[in-house]
């Protein structure tokens, strides 16, 4: 009796850490690891974000352990082996040693029927292959998609800034040019005829009388005692006439011009 006993002893398992425990425990060394790391060269959080892809929020779980902010253990995986090649370690090495396995299952010996199945370590390893490649695959969409947020906010957010530093346009400067007539002209006499749309300012004796806009094919004359002024945006678009004399272009298209018609 002595004899199975100490054989019972023998065989009892010793309990063993859950598998959370253990995820928890590993993360926690992992993650000092890649932060100390992180700090010797100098990079900050912002820099790993930007070089990665990995958000702000997903860094610091990993860095502090905290497993209830982060994915399922496959995306933590690899989210590890992406932060890990980042600083220089190799990545698949380092993140392998994250468990993402579910709880141990211990099989018990069926010894009375021989023709039961025993999981030989290659299933396991199958398992594995096809969990990876789906994690992987699977974390590469969520990525992505992060990334492409990120990527629109900072888009929209340049296209704010450079909306708002537009240079303000300077108003055109007009060159003036100036005519003058004898005194013995009871009164002076502009007339302008539109080739294009343009906006024409008349100042008559120190007053505005006309400011607008005039259509292609507008006629129109001003006349003044002593001083008359028609300003054009479009002086090319254009023809003036003064005191009835040929009529000219004001000037070049698009380009600001002012005549100054006065008595002496």
Not at 7 to 26: D, F, G, N
Not at 97 to 119: D, E, Q, Y
Request: charged share 25%; net charge positive; glycine share 6%.
């Amino acid at each position: 009796m002595k004899w199975f006993k100490k054989k019972e002893e023998k065989e009892k398992i010793a309990p063993t850490t859950s598998i959370e425990e253990q995820r928890a425990e590993k993360l926690t060394q992992l993650g000092a690891q890649l932060k100390a790391t992180r700090e010797k060269y100098g990079f900050t959080l912002e820099d790993v974000v930007n070089y990665t892809k990995i958000p702000r929020k997903l860094v610091q779980s990993i860095e502090e352990a905290n497993l209830d902010d982060l994915p399922e253990p496959v995306y933590i995986q690899g989210l590890l082996r992406r932060y890990a090649h980042a600083l220089g370690f190799n990545g698949a090495e380092f993140a392998n040693t994250f468990p993402i396995g579910t709880s141990r299952v211990v099989l018990k010996p069926v010894w009375k029927n021989p023709s039961f199945i025993k999981l030989r370590p290659v299933h396991f390893y199958l398992l594995y292959v096809l969990i990876t490649v789906g994690s992987v695959s699977g974390l590469s969409t969520w990525l992505n998609g992060a990334t492409m947020i990120a990527n629109q906010n900072q888009q929209q957010q340049r296209t704010s800034a450079s909306a708002n530093n537009k240079p303000t346009p300077s108003k055109p400067e007009s060159v003036t040019q100036t005519n003058s007539f004898s005194k013995n002209k009871k009164e002076v006499q502009i007339g302008v005829t539109l080739k294009e749309s343009s906006w024409i300012q008349v100042i008559a004796d120190g007053k505005t009388t006309f400011e607008g806009t005039l259509e292609e094919g507008s006629k129109r004359t001003w006349k003044a005692q002593k001083e008359l002024t028609v300003k054009a945006g479009n002086a090319g678009g254009v023809l003036v006439s003064v005191n009835q004399q040929e009529a000219k272009k004001m000037g070049q298209p698009g380009k600001v011009e002012q005549l100054r018609v006065a008595l002496n």
